[in-house]
Structure formats: structure tokens, C-alpha cells
């Protein structure tokens, strides 16, 4: 579950909603679209978070990845800049690699 599941932020439904409705990661307790930009709904308005261009600011931004259904996740954050180093495993880096060369014969 994430960690705005468990900490009562929203519930399992309500974040299943947001995701159906196009959420497709969570950064530093925001919601994120597949392109790595702010999603638009009701939970951002309201969340006090550190904003995303802050985030992008920062010059060292590690994210650690390991478990598979994070894939989306991780490719989101990657295309809005929200990562400059990674940490995954040789399985995930394979998918990385595979996608982003999809993506550039395309």
C-alpha cells in the first residue's frame, strides 16, 4: 500500500480513483501525472509538500526502486525530472533501458 494509504491521507479507494483517473506516483507526498507533472486534483490542493520545481532544484535526487509494480512510478518521475540518480536492480534496468529505446525508435 502507500504510504498515503497508511498514514490516513487517503483511502484505498480514493486512491484507486486517482490513479484510474490518470495519478501515477507519489513524490514527496504528492501525486504526479505519467509525465512526472503535478496531478490536478483535490488531495494536491490541499497537501503542504515541498513543491516539484523545488524538488527539480535539488541537484542530487536519488530514487531506489526494487519491486516491479514501481515501474510506472519510476518512469514517471524520470520524464518530469524528478531523479538525477538511480538505484534498481539489474532486472529493472533492463525494463528502463528497453523502454527508453522503444521510445526513441518511435
Aim: charged share 25%.
Amino acid at each position: 500500500d502507500s504510504h498515503l494509504v497508511k498514514c490516513g491521507a487517503l483511502s484505498a479507494a480514493e486512491l484507486a480513483a486517482l490513479g484510474d483517473a490518470g495519478a501515477a506516483a507519489v513524490i514527496a507526498g504528492r501525486l504526479i501525472d505519467a509525465d512526472g507533472q503535478l496531478f490536478d486534483c483535490s488531495y494536491n490542493r490541499r497537501c503542504m509538500s515541498a513543491d516539484l520545481d523545488s524538488i527539480r532544484a535539488i541537484p542530487k535526487r536519488m530514487m531506489v526502486v526494487e519491486e516491479a509494480e514501481k515501474f510506472a512510478p519510476l518512469v514517471a518521475a524520470i520524464r518530469g525530472g524528478l531523479v538525477s540518480h538511480l538505484v534498481v536492480t539489474a532486472s529493472m534496468a533492463r525494463r528502463l533501458l528497453a523502454r527508453w529505446t522503444q521510445e526513441e525508435a518511435a
